[in-house]
């Protein structure tokens, strides 16, 4: 998409404009930023690390996750 290097901020309205749901795994996001301004909906995928190995196992509940979310929620994954 072109956004590499982007902040955080920039990141957020670039996704909002273009998905309804932005995946992270960093914890802080929310506390960061104001993603209640926001028309796109986070899920921060919570593990020991952000290797594939340690989010695989969330995949099953974030598929469930994606089905119901709504705009403008934070959902917390796995943890």
């Keep these: ?9 920039e990141l957020l309205q670039l996704a909002a404009d273009e998905f309804d749901a932005l995946l992270t795994a960093d914890q802080n996001l929310e506390h ?33 996750t994606l089905q119901t979310l709504a705009p403008r929620q934070l959902v917390r994954v796995g943890g």
Excluded at 36 to 53: D, E, F, H, K, W
């Design 1 to 9: 998409m072109g956004w590499t290097g982007v902040r955080n901020s």
């Design 32 to 64: 960061q930023q104001n993603l209640s301004a926001l028309p796109i909906a986070v899920v921060v995928l919570v593990a020991p690390t952000n290797r594939i190995q340690s989010l695989r196992p969330l995949i099953p509940v974030l598929l469930q």
